[in-house]
RNA sequence: GGUCCUUUCGUCUAACGGUUAGGACGCAAGAUUUUCAUUCUUGUAAUACGGGUUCGAUUCCCGUAGGGACUACCA
């Protein structure tokens, strides 16, 4: 690999960003920093009808917030722009036009209508050729049926046109890919594909190519669904003479469906309650809402660890947890998977958790102040830091950190019936009458101190400690759940821990 | 329908001709614990099928069967 290394992701701003696109960028960003090139972001916006306002703003958010850094771009500045195809438009007809003139292109005339007609004729005779291709397009309106004088009659008329590729009959060939290998090509099954639009706008396939070309990208990295359309590519490269400059292929494997069959879509994730997009969107054309990976509380490091593992691993090791830095230093291509992956949301729940269990509590307690603020109560630093220590094990996401402990502030104002059947006996309110005795003779609430008296007088009255201290937890907590009771108590205080055993065995 | 791609535990995957087919998630059991968790230990479970090639195939080749993508003046 000689050549400087330069890869881009090009999205169309057609909505939200999806998994797919993440992970697709993703691999073009670790591609990029292993080889020390480029990383270009490049919009494609050549379909007008499929536009989505704040689709292509949304893009470049989500990359931001994952951490994959532009090199080239609109916004990032770039020798190659500008970086936005429909900026673009005034490039493309002369290189559709080049290949017209090299005989490698046509100009067509047919309406939608007749195209149409010609695809149910074809349907209707169970025929297994493709609607316009070498075998029917000397039946079809194009400069090929009409000849030159006809045909410059017609463009100077202002008659609508499209420029298609001359599918070469009969060639065989194969294509590399790097992480397919070796791939098959036959131009007798494929089609004379559109490459300029009736409107003046490049079709994917010729902007894409052109682009690629001028943009001197070294390795295209895209998704399976393009491999059917790489044979069209290479011919187009040769078409143009740029075969000794055209870019290596990796086609990257699909992201399915966590469940049954298929392409994973944004149904999946609001049927099975999981996520598909990194941050929140609202589409402006249908109005819905769909929250993101950022407010469901992941971290964008936990993301990006767990969108590198799919489809890709790092070889024989057993680590798992991986930072971006490490992964710019050993992601390779060849270690790509061919198949695609189901989605699997709980193993990214273990990756958020595994991510984090090695933040500072001081580092979670912002997040813990900022939750219990909403609900309206104010937690000094100090406080909430101890807090996270107390509960992050027992969370996956930050937000769990306050849902978990919020009895350390608000008094329960029911009991868990279940614990209750189980824990609460008939001797229970006397005992608990004892305990708040002892309590109240503590000199210190210090959880080590409050550990060894209670539990000495426990033994000392033979009483057994899941009967004191389970029926205690229920009072204090309002279910049988949460850390070391003795930290519960001291971090309570020793009036509100009276009041709140008092208030229970009456209510209970 | 046609073309192309693909196939290892339920899921993500390792093993690039020779392993008792390894790890992780999940699930289950046990240990720890005053509870829920955490943690630790153990268990669960896979080479789609049929032919070749080979001394030997998860690995290479060919079929079959699943799965997927594409088949637009969408990307």
Same mark, same amino acid.
Request: contains cysteine.
């Given at each position: 690999?000689?050549?400087?290394?330069?890869?881009?992701?090009?999205?169309?701003? #057609?909505?939200?960003?999806?998994?797919?696109?993440?992970?697709?960028?993703?691999?073009?960003?670790?591609?990029?920093?292993?080889?020390?090139?480029?990383?270009?972001?490049?919009?494609?916006?050549?379909?007008? @009808?499929?536009?989505?306002?704040?689709?292509?703003?949304?893009?470049?958010?989500?990359?931001?917030?994952?951490?994959?850094?532009?090199?080239?771009?609109?916004?990032?500045?770039?020798?190659?722009?500008?970086?936005?195809? +429909?900026?673009?438009?005034?490039? &493309?007809?002369?290189?559709?036009?080049?290949?017209?003139?090299?005989?490698?292109?046509?100009?067509?005339?047919?309406?939608?209508?007749?195209?149409?007609?010609?695809?149910?004729?074809?349907? /209707?005779?169970? /025929?297994?050729?493709?609607?316009?291709?070498?075998? @029917?397009?000397?039946?079809?309106?194009?400069?090929?049926?009409?000849?030159?004088?006809?045909?410059?009659?017609?463009?100077?008329?202002?008659?609508?046109?499209?420029?298609?590729?001359?599918?070469?009959?009969?060639?065989?060939?194969?294509?590399?890919?790097?992480?397919?290998?070796?791939?098959?090509?036959?131009?007798?099954?494929?089609?004379?594909?559109?490459? &300029?639009?009736?409107?003046?706008?490049?079709? &994917?396939?010729?902007?894409?190519?052109?682009?690629?070309?001028?943009?001197?990208?070294?390795?295209?990295?895209?998704?399976?669904?393009?491999?059917?359309?790489?044979?069209?590519?290479?011919?187009?490269?040769?078409?143009?003479?740029?075969?000794? #400059?055209?870019?290596?292929?990796?086609?990257?494997?699909?992201?399915?469906?966590?469940?049954? =069959?298929?392409?994973?879509?944004?149904?999946?994730?609001?049927?099975?309650?999981?996520?598909?997009?990194?941050?929140?969107?609202?589409?402006?054309? +249908?109005?819905?809402?769909?929250?993101?990976?950022?407010?469901?509380?992941?971290?964008?490091?936990?993301?990006?660890?767990?969108?590198?593992?799919?489809?890709?691993?790092?070889?024989?090791? #057993?680590?798992?947890?991986?930072?971006?830095?490490?992964?710019?230093?050993?992601?390779?291509?060849?270690?790509?998977?061919?198949?695609?992956?189901?989605?699997?949301?709980?193993?990214?729940?273990?990756?958020?958790?595994?991510?984090? !269990?090695?933040?500072?509590?001081?580092?979670?307690?912002?997040?813990?102040?900022?939750?219990?603020?909403?609900?309206?109560?104010?937690?000094?630093?100090?406080?909430?830091?101890?807090?996270?220590?107390?509960? =992050?094990?027992?969370?996956?996401?930050?937000?769990?950190?306050?849902?978990?402990? #919020?009895?350390?502030?608000? /008094?329960?104002?029911?009991?868990?019936?279940?614990? $209750? $059947?189980?824990?609460?006996?008939?001797? @229970?309110?006397?005992?608990?009458?004892?305990?708040?005795?002892?309590?109240?003779?503590?000199?210190?609430?210090?959880?080590?101190?409050?550990?060894?008296?209670? @539990?000495?007088?426990?033994?000392?009255?033979?009483?057994?400690?899941?009967?004191?201290?389970?029926?205690?937890?229920?009072?204090?907590?309002?279910?049988? $759940?949460?850390?070391?009771?003795?930290?519960?108590?001291?971090?309570?205080?020793?009036? !509100?821990?009276? +009041?709140?055993?008092?208030?229970?065995?009456?209510?209970?």
């Amino acid at each position: 690999m000689d050549r400087e290394v330069r890869v881009r992701f090009a999205p169309s701003p #057609t909505g939200a960003l999806h998994l797919g696109g993440v992970r697709t960028a993703l691999f073009n960003y670790l591609f990029a920093r292993r080889h020390n090139g480029k990383f270009i972001l490049r919009i494609e916006d050549t379909d007008q @009808t499929r536009f989505v306002p704040g689709a292509e703003d949304y893009i470049i958010r989500s990359l931001d917030w994952i951490g994959l850094d532009i090199d080239e771009s609109d916004l990032k500045g770039g020798d190659y722009g500008p970086y936005k195809q +429909s900026n673009r438009k005034h490039l &493309y007809a002369q290189y559709a036009e080049q290949l017209v003139k090299s005989g490698n292109a046509y100009y067509a005339f047919d309406t939608p209508d007749e195209l149409e007609a010609m695809r149910k004729k074809l349907e /209707a005779e169970k /025929a297994s050729i493709q609607c316009y291709g070498p075998a @029917t397009r000397m039946t079809m309106k194009n400069s090929l049926t009409f000849g030159e004088e006809q045909t410059q009659l017609m463009l100077q008329a202002g008659k609508p046109y499209v420029i298609r590729f001359k599918m070469p009959e009969n060639e065989k060939f194969t294509i590399h890919d790097i992480i397919r290998g070796d791939i098959n090509a036959d131009t007798s099954v494929l089609d004379d594909k559109v490459l &300029y639009k009736s409107d003046g706008m490049p079709t &994917y396939h010729l902007a894409n190519i052109v682009d690629d070309h001028l943009m001197k990208i070294s390795h295209v990295i895209r998704g399976e669904e393009w491999l059917p359309s790489l044979p069209l590519h290479v011919l187009l490269y040769k078409a143009f003479g740029w075969q000794d #400059t055209m870019p290596e292929f990796a086609h990257l494997p699909l992201i399915l469906k966590p469940d049954g =069959k298929g392409k994973l879509s944004k149904r999946d994730g609001d049927r099975l309650g999981f996520p598909v997009f990194p941050l929140h969107w609202e589409d402006p054309k +249908s109005g819905e809402v769909c929250k993101g990976y950022e407010e469901y509380g992941y971290f964008p490091e936990a993301f990006l660890n767990m969108m590198a593992l799919l489809g890709w691993n790092p070889g024989n090791t #057993t680590q798992e947890i991986f930072s971006k830095e490490e992964l710019c230093k050993i992601f390779s291509l060849e270690h790509v998977n061919k198949s695609g992956s189901k989605f699997d949301p709980e193993k990214n729940k273990w990756f958020n958790k595994q991510y984090m !269990e090695r933040l500072d509590n001081s580092v979670l307690a912002k997040y813990f102040i900022e939750d219990a603020a909403k609900d309206g109560v104010t937690v000094d630093a100090q406080k909430a830091e101890t807090i996270c220590g107390l509960v =992050k094990d027992r969370c996956h996401f930050t937000h769990d950190l306050w849902k978990e402990s #919020t009895y350390f502030f608000i /008094a329960p104002t029911s009991y868990d019936e279940v614990n $209750k $059947k189980k824990f609460w006996k008939e001797d @229970t309110p006397a005992i608990m009458r004892e305990v708040v005795d002892i309590l109240e003779q503590q000199p210190t609430f210090a959880a080590k101190t409050l550990e060894e008296n209670i @539990t000495k007088w426990i033994k000392d009255k033979e009483l057994g400690m899941g009967k004191v201290l389970n029926p205690v937890r229920l009072l204090l907590c309002g279910a049988c $759940k949460g850390p070391h009771i003795f930290d519960i108590l001291e971090n309570l205080g020793k009036d !509100e821990s009276i +009041s709140r055993i008092e208030k229970g065995i009456e209510v209970i």
